[in-house]
């Protein structure tokens, strides 16, 4: 593969293609830049479609998403081809970068990912990106010591890499090799398997440990307090399998061990009996059960600091013989959670309301003769409960009901029923554990009566909308308008609102599901969904007329109906639903796959990591390397008196003063256009068009001479040389335009502006870029207008953001006629903000022309 | 959406694939819409379930080891005449599709697909299963 891809970088296929020994220079950098423009969206768009199958409404397989992968990688390196025949080879440096990405890909495919990272991470500095190196339970655990609602004792992982290194250091690789072979054969019979187990295990339990291992651990229980000074503390060390806690629960399978003392030799003695575990009779038996053609599985251990812990034990967010009663349950005991996911003492159990103010339906306290206690040197042991504790539950009613917010809230963080385990420390501070999916057992037969059940139910919508995020979710209606409405967002309140936004990341995690009234499954939003896993239907037509807030609805976003109030049956049908389609490896493998594939990290060209080195994904590759083209051509354009002599570049002729240069790439301008003076009318470009309309509005173009004070003029001379950073300074504004696209460098005065968007029929194409920078005047006025535009930007439902006089935007996803409505809307903001700053003396101003700009009195300029 | 109860007798679905993804998200599918799923990774094994039990639709992947979806199409029809085959598959060539509809075969879906598709597609197999039902002896 590598060297197809050496093949695809020096492309002499593609030089000779553009080698038109006719075309005139400039033509000739058309038409590579063209080219650029071409592969780059064809990549997006299979960015885009690997994406969308996310949303769990389609079927795929394995062989698509390796042949997605290979095509998305070729139709990359031929960008890069492109970009370098432009730029005459100026960004080879791309090659590594896109190089050590695509290796990247492949050990993601080849799921030899867990192999190459750090020995040890500390658990709140795992990101998505580590989850592969600390398996599933941390992967959790991770999740959680991010969130501030919720308490997880401190620790660090020994990640996957660990080992493998492991494995590595004490020869057994060729044994482990043949071992997942068998395994994943299901053919072999176990006592054939049990030889090569056993040896496994004995080899892991007596290993060596790799080197930097137990420096590693030295210096990072260090960092944990446990330097000598401190009060010598103690870890508990957790298995996290790869799989473990994602899809299936492995409860019991592998080995923990509590109470370490916090000493690098002692944690690695407890950690090699962990990581043998793996090779456990038990685990084996379980993982040939659930995976029996899959022989792959690596483990990482949790160290996290032990918890002296006064009563313990585990919430189930359903309850199991009644999942949709809206109740959990909570079990605890007295010292610590063994003595009750052992089930080796008596426990009090608690039914708690779902609801607020949570409180108990019901409670059984037994009679808690013995608790599990931290031993004084290591370990754990049995101890009596003072007879005054005994006959009391283990929680006080403010602890359940904390407990109970709690355990709620992780519920529609992850959006299925959960299995928690939780402590509470001697000063009564809550921990959580451990959460995973719980898992229920299937009510045979009920399912098949399903339809006919939900028949009882009114249906407020069916058939109507797409699927952007599969899953099924209910609550209360909370209606979004503007972006204050997500300040009480509650948790699990069902979002409904006219139009998707990215915005509302900020509440996904508290709610059950989304529906937009418009929106597409392609949007920022709805990758957003996907990511979170919140479900999520979009374009669904009118429901907001038909529903009231704070009613209950139930959104089913499998089979695209809403229902009015709580539908139990198919809530039923999720908690016992067994597989859980997020966490299947089709899906976790193009989930990682888009993680290396689809973010984007290089948003402004303006900042210092805009680099090749700085590009961390695909889509960041291919955004820089739009941007250098249009550099280049921009390059191009300040050639002014070549380009007009082949009338390459055309003057446009408008009723407004504003000096801009066409340089059509195709089908922009009509063909009957004169060469030079282009009449707006002769504008064929839709987005150009769109955005051009916009400056032509009445009144927008404002023709008030500014009164620049002395201060302002000398600030603007001061500031000049500077504002002529972004390097595209050209004298003049440059229109870059085909049929669909445009780019368009504005340099009224003193401020850059740019507008790059994209205006098809095809919606997931549509992108528009914004970007303002710099003015006349001083610092704090050029700020304000700053702070107008993104204010208006923002209003509009830009992406936006700012930094001083620095503005960037940026939106997409729309279909054509909002695009080209938006773009009207750019068209006017460039108008009617062009001298503004100049009139911006006092903070109260900038709301007064957000406001003016808002309901469209553009006259207040010349007020 | 398709209603596999109601006043219908209850529908046997099969499913043939040989990646497992398949069969499983399809089973979830449709088995909570009501009707009885059934899948397979190993086509020997569908067709061993197809004799023991017919079923009304039989949805099969084209390209598999040992026996290819043609091969379960014929099988199928053999077994039950009156059971609707649906192929879907990620390579379609015009010569294999000419073979499958002489066959006999309901629907060619592409892989990926929008469950949507299937689900439509399963409707109209549907339609005709309680159509020939209807008119057994119009012919």
Known sequence: MLNRLKELLNLPWLQSAADASTCSPAELIFKRFRRVLQVNNRALTIIADLGEKLSGDYIFDQQYIIRSTETLTETVAESLAALNILTGNKYQELDPVFQKLTSRLQAIIARREDRHGPQLIALDKVTTIDWAIVGGKNAHLAEMAHDPQILVADGFVITTCAYHELIDANNLREDLDRFELMMADPTVAAADLDALRQRLERGVLAAEPPPGLLDGLTATIAEMGGDGDDEPFFLAVRSSAQEEDMDFSFAGQFHTELNVAAVADAVFDAYRKVAASLFGAKAIRYRRQMFPEDGQMSIAAGCQRMIDSRAAGVVYTVEPDAPASDHLVIVGAWGQGEAVVEGSTPTDTFIVAKQAPWEVVEQSVADKANGIYLADSAGLVEKSVPSALRSKPCLEQQQLQELTRQAVHLENYYKRPQDIEWAVAADGTLFILQCRSLLLSEPSGEQRGLPKLLDQYQVLSDDSGRVAQQGIGSGPVVVINSPTDLENFPDGGVLVSRRDSSRFITVMHRAVAIVTEVGTPVSHMATLCRELRVPCLVGVDNILSKLTPGEVITVDAEDRRIYHGRVTELLTYQATNSMNLAVSYEFRLLRRLLQAVSRLYLVDPLMQDFTPAGCKTYHDILRFSHEMAVAQLVDVGRDEKSLRKHHLARHLDLPIPAGIMVIDLDDGIAPDAPVDQVPFTAITSLPFRAILQGMLFPEVWHRKTMPVGMKDLMSSMLNAPSDALSGQYSGHNIAIISKEYVNLCFRFGYHFNIIDAHCSERERDNHIYFRFLGGATDMTKRSRRSRMIAAILDAFEFNVSTRGDLVIARAGNMVQSEMERTLDIMGRLVGFTRQLDVCLDNDAIVDQYVEAFLSGDYGIVNL | ?139
């Open chain 2, 1 to 139: 959406m398709t209603e596999a109860t109601g006043n219908d007798r209850i529908w046997r679905l099969l499913v043939v694939d040989d990646e497992a993804i398949v069969g499983k998200r399809l089973q979830q599918v449709f088995g909570k819409m009501g009707f009885v799923v059934e899948s397979h990774t190993s086509p020997a094994v569908a067709l061993e379930a197809m004799a023991a039990q017919p079923f009304d639709i039989v949805v099969t992947d084209l390209k598999m080891e040992d026996i290819d979806g043609i091969e379960v199409l014929s099988r199928a029809k053999t077994i039950n005449p009156a059971a609707q085959v649906i192929i879907i598959t990620g390579y379609a060539h015009s010569e294999t599709e000419n073979e499958a509809f002489a066959k006999g075969v309901f629907a060619f879906i592409a892989k990926p697909f929008r469950l949507d598709e299937l689900k439509q597609v399963i409707n109209r197999a549907l339609d005709e299963l309680r159509q020939q039902a209807v008119v057994p002896s119009a012919e």
